[in-house]
């Protein structure tokens, strides 16, 4: 059954742990590094330089007149995200196994704390994004106005995602194993590396399955005037998105009464 407004009224008390658990989150991911929160700027930033020396020697493009290293970082930048808060996401349950058993609380609140606490990186990386928009000197329309949208879009499929492998990694611990794999092979299913249109129309109908795709081609349009995202190709991976969201709150819902059981 779909979560009744009870549950959601929960939610909203426990907004505070929500912050706590998503604060012990930051401080944990940087305790007792030396780069601290630079990491946000350069997973994104590196994996720009990299896929730059070497595609564009390989002529691809971004099509679009934007030069390619700020069309590839504009997009690794949400794809660092979305990869990171998946794997600490979707072992969110198991690794705080020890408190699901001794403490009631909404559970979902380790999933979502992580895609929270995750956003931090995402606004410092931002913060490069925008200067190498100076940089290059891209101006953008009226449509950056849309980039916050495009970021609850973006943080909510994610937790979506999440919530799911975390529930079911409680019950299959094969889950853990499969995460990493799936990130490295959804680096090269979503147009991250290459522009949407470089695919035939088949071909982007299947990668308009890919939520994640949205996300990026989206962002760019936001920021890139001369981007511009097929409405046909939108809808569909939104429908897409809207209909995982649904599935993940679904099942996640339905096993959470099991998960100190299992756990």
Known sequence: MFPRSESLIELWHYRELLWFLAWRDIKVRYKQTILGAAWAVLQPLLGTLAFSAVFTRLGVSSHVGV?????TYCALLPWTYFSATLVQGGNSLVT?????TKVYFPRVLL?????????????????VLLALMVYYGVRPGWTIVLVPFVVIAMWLVTL????????LNVRYRDVRYAIPFLVQLGLFLTPIIYPITALSGRVQRLAALNPIAAIVESLRACLFPQHQVAPGLLLESSAVALAICALSALYFHATERMFADIV
Not at 111 to 127: C, E, M, Q, T
Request: aromatic share 12%; hydrophobic share 55%; net charge neutral.
């Open 160 to 167: 979506a995602i999440s919530m799911f492998l975390a529930a």
């Open 96 to 100: 705080h196994s020890r408190l699901l």
């Open 67 to 71: 030069p390619y290293p700020l069309f």
């Open 111 to 127: 999933p979502a704390s992580v895609a929270l606490s995750g956003l931090l990186d995402f606004a410092v990386g931002s913060g």
